[in-house]
């Protein structure tokens, strides 16, 4: 997977890395302010008395810490899934903005446990939430074959397949980037626009098709098959290069 490609999951790395260093050890975690550590504690030893307490005392559900990692964020990160969920139930914002620009559901969304993404969305996080800074969305984040199950739930949820980044980059963009030829299929079965164009006037096929298919497993030459097939069917021009 071309990591330059996806630019949340390069924002999101650093964390999960620091993170997960200091993992089960609530002193090192990233937040000075002494309430948002209280919580961050809590949120580590699945205390949800000690969540509900502490917030109904007035400590924010929202804080950030270290380069702007949210509680929800760091409660994914030392996989507690009772420190999240009371944190949820307690009333942090899935949408709130977190570690640069992101959110938790941009964490959620390639975390190893898909049950996070589904907790969010069944506390009624909205599956569009975009990244505070850049625009991108989870379900962008979410096309690798890694995270299949997310971004089934994503586009199950009703994520939008044509929202586009700042660069305008969409999820058939991103996926096309990493040659994830099941997902480019789901996007534009899902109704994902195959002429959108990103800022450098670019369709997904500029990328899709970049690799020679000689480097291609069976798998992908068969996908990317497939895709030619669909783009045809639905009388898309295909561009120089493509399916010749």
């Not at 071309?2 to 964390?15: A, D, E, G, K, N």
């Not at 380069?67 to 030392?78: P, R």
């Not at 800074?133 to 739930?153: C, H, I, K």
Request: glycine content about 8%; charged content about 20%.
């Amino acid at each position: 997977m071309r990591l330059s490609s996806t630019p949340t999951l390069i924002l999101l790395l650093p964390m999960l890395l620091s993170v997960a260093a200091c993992r089960g050890d609530p002193m090192d975690a990233p937040f000075t302010d002494a309430a948002a550590s209280g919580l961050a504690e809590a949120a580590v030893q699945g205390n949800a008395h000690a969540i509900a307490s502490q917030v109904r005392d007035g400590a924010d559900p929202d804080a950030q810490g270290k380069d702007g990692i949210n509680l929800l964020q760091y409660a994914i990160m030392v996989a507690n899934k009772a420190g999240f969920e009371a944190l949820l139930d307690s009333g942090a914002k899935p949408d709130a903005p977190g570690f640069n620009g992101t959110t938790a559901l941009h964490t959620a969304a390639i975390a190893d446990d898909p049950d996070y993404l589904r907790m969010l969305l069944a506390h009624g996080a909205d599956p569009d939430a975009a990244n505070h800074r850049s625009g991108e969305t989870a379900l962008a984040v979410a096309v690798s074959p890694r995270t299949d199950a997310q971004f089934r739930m994503l586009l199950d949820a009703g994520a939008n397949a044509n929202a586009a980044d700042a660069q305008g980059y969409t999820p058939l963009h991103r996926a096309a980037m990493i040659n994830a030829g099941e997902h480019v299929l789901q996007l534009l079965d899902a109704g994902a626009d195959p002429q959108a164009k990103s800022v450098q006037d670019a369709t997904f096929q500029a990328y899709f098709f970049t690799t020679p298919e000689a480097s291609l497993s069976a798998q992908a030459r068969a996908n990317r098959e497939k895709v030619v097939a669909w783009l045809r069917a639905h009388e898309v021009p295909l561009e120089a290069g493509v399916g010749e």
